[in-house]
Nanobody, 119 residues
């Protein structure tokens, strides 16, 4: 049974930073590409960032480019999302998801971690 567990969310003032973590257990982490999503109340889910299973390529949503950085530690089965220069509009529940290799469908999702940015 593969499980994804996010952590690192919280309450932060605008302009601040948070680092989210997603620990994957029960699977072969280094075969998964990993993605971060977020969803705010009343809004559609957004795909924010993705990192390949090798860690040699990444994708970012335009609105977070230059502020968010995705990285992975295959030795510790963890993917990170470093979020800097946070804005109130970044307030949402953040989720990680895994997909095998370069697949476009997601196999597993975490339960989410809440990020609230106040001005």
């Amino acid at each position: 049974q593969v499980q994804l567990v996010e952590s690192g969310g919280g309450l932060v003032q605008a302009g601040g930073s948070l680092r989210l973590s997603c620990v994957v257990s029960g699977g072969t982490f280094n075969t998964y590409s990993m993605d971060w999503f977020r969803q705010a109340p009343g809004k559609e889910r957004e795909r924010l960032a993705a990192i390949s299973w090798r860690g040699n390529s990444a994708y970012y949503l335009d609105s977070v480019k230059g502020r968010f950085t995705i990285s992975r530690d295959n030795a510790n089965n963890t993917v990170y999302l470093q979020m800097n220069s946070l804005k109130p509009e970044d307030t949402a529940t953040y989720y990680c998801a895994s997909r095998w290799g370069a697949a476009i469908t997601y196999d597993y999702w975490g339960q989410g971690t809440q990020v609230t940015v106040f001005s």
